[in-house]
């Protein structure tokens, strides 16, 4: 069931933070080591084309765009759960003004704005979470040596 999820995600707001920020301060830490990497390779590059790591400087491109995508997913799927619930909230609004709101009616805006609010909760820890796995495996590859 769903709303046990949500419920849970409430409960452990406190984590869901401390694990975005240690997500944060890691993709942080990650990046000189790539960039130490990586501009010589497209300094390289620009010298000289032909002789340069054509897989390397696709990845760049290609892992960017998919870490920063997923993020924008997640950011897309809350703000869609949020518009949604406070679009609940206005009919049952309407509603409850007309005294046309059964029990059923009230258990749908509990779930969706107890979905709303865990997504919410959520949204920090899951759109980083997609960058910091990509740097944090480039970080590790790159600073192996002979790479």
Do not use: C, D, Y
């Amino acid at each position: 069931m769903r709303t046990f999820e949500h419920l849970t995600a409430l409960w452990t707001w406190p984590f869901q933070v401390m694990q975005a920020n240690i997500a944060l301060a890691e993709t942080a830490m990650g990046i000189p080591t790539i960039l130490a990497a990586r501009l010589p390779m497209i300094g390289a590059a620009m010298f000289n084309p032909w002789t340069a790591n054509h897989r390397e400087l696709t990845l760049m491109v290609s892992e960017k765009t998919k870490a920063f995508g997923q993020s924008h997913r997640h950011f897309e799927r809350s703000a869609n759960l949020f518009r949604s619930a406070t679009e609940a909230n206005a009919r049952a609004l309407g509603n409850a003004s007309m005294a046309r709101m059964g029990p059923a009616e009230m258990f749908s805006l509990a779930e969706k704005n107890l979905a709303a609010a865990a997504s919410l909760i959520n949204l920090p820890s899951n759109s980083i979470a997609p960058i910091h796995k990509r740097v944090s495996g480039n970080a590790k590859r790159l600073s192996k040596p002979g790479k």
